[in-house]
């Protein structure tokens, strides 16, 4: 448009980064005790899966994993949501300054939205790796060997992911990704046109949705979609600790028909409340911040 000022690329990646770091930080101490439930037949709860580790490792304890992800965030958001307009573009030859007036059809949506699942998915598999394993050190916060007990594996991010490479090459930087994918691939269209229909039924024809609506409904579709996604996130976090904890799985197929046989069908609820509640600020967020982004661009 003339006379507009075109916005500068680092303000656009500050606020990828910004929104994606405070999602972060606000379910990364939820993910923590998900991931734990999900991997460690230690605990009999969320409740007692908190108790041990605030008892354990302090409150530190439950932001182990967490820097990686966070110095990653705006490329994972990046990948993610350019994916998800770049195909909608492609799709529709519609800019999203145009999408008010001529919106794209819930096929294109799907399909937008399963290219997106899939880019992030392999962007994504090596950071999920290092945090998932790192998550899962319960040693206390700081003390590499402590008195009476195994020290901790991994000294840090890049210790982990330095470690890995070292002993299963390139490849084991992406063990679980096909899960990852399988998770990943169908909720993120699901996550998208979630969004987009709460935003269309609440919003007059032709306007865009208010930074209310906004937040609602981002919310409420990464709670939809976190609900949908957690059967596959347990078999993902169980094939990312393959090996460590003294189970081996030959594959997803493999891991699903290990863990039904041990623990019955109910072990895909695992972690899901918490997924579905650390879902919806994450998710409101994260939708503010991209309609935001998109205002700047187009």
């Excluded at 709860?45 to 967490?66: A, P, R, S, W």
């Excluded at 999203?96 to 007036?101: I, K, L, V, W």
């Excluded at 609506?213 to 393959?242: C, E, F, H, Y």
Aim: net charge positive; hydrophobic share 45%.
């Amino acid at each position: 448009m003339a006379g507009r000022r075109a916005p500068r690329p680092h303000w656009l990646w500050q606020l990828h980064s910004a929104s994606g770091a405070v999602g972060l930080v606000l379910g990364h101490p939820m993910d923590t005790v998900k991931v734990r439930l999900q991997t460690q037949s230690r605990y009999r709860g969320i409740l007692d899966c908190v108790i041990k580790t605030y008892h354990n490792e302090t409150v530190l304890g439950f932001f182990k994993g967490m820097s990686f992800p966070l110095l990653s965030v705006a490329m994972i958001n990046s990948v993610m949501f350019g994916a998800y307009s770049n195909a909608l573009l492609y799709l529709t030859n519609t800019h999203h300054r145009d999408r008010c007036a001529k919106p794209p059809t819930y096929a294109h949506i799907i399909t937008a939205g399963c290219f997106s699942g899939l880019m992030q998915a392999v962007v994504l598999a090596p950071v999920d790796l290092i945090k998932i394993r790192l998550q899962n050190q319960t040693h206390p916060y700081g003390l590499r060997r402590p008195a009476r007990r195994t020290g901790a594996q991994y000294r840090g991010p890049v210790h982990c992911g330095a470690s890995i490479f070292r002993e299963e090459g390139v490849l084991g930087l992406f063990r679980g990704t096909w899960a990852l994918v399988l998770r990943d691939t169908p909720t993120v269209a699901i996550y998208f046109i979630t969004y987009v229909s709460l935003c269309q039924a609440v919003t007059a024809q032709g306007q865009e949705p208010g930074p209310m609506t906004v937040l609602v409904a981002g919310g409420s579709a990464g709670m939809v979609s976190w609900g949908l996604a957690t059967p596959m996130d347990v078999i993902k976090a169980r094939l990312q600790m393959d090996g460590m904890k003294g189970v081996a799985y030959r594959g997803v197929l493999d891991c699903i028909r290990i863990s039904v046989r041990h623990e019955g069908l109910q072990v895909f609820r695992k972690g899901l409340g918490l997924n579905v509640i650390r879902a919806f600020p994450v998710n409101a967020v994260t939708f503010l911040s991209y309609e935001n982004i998109l205002k700047r661009i187009c």
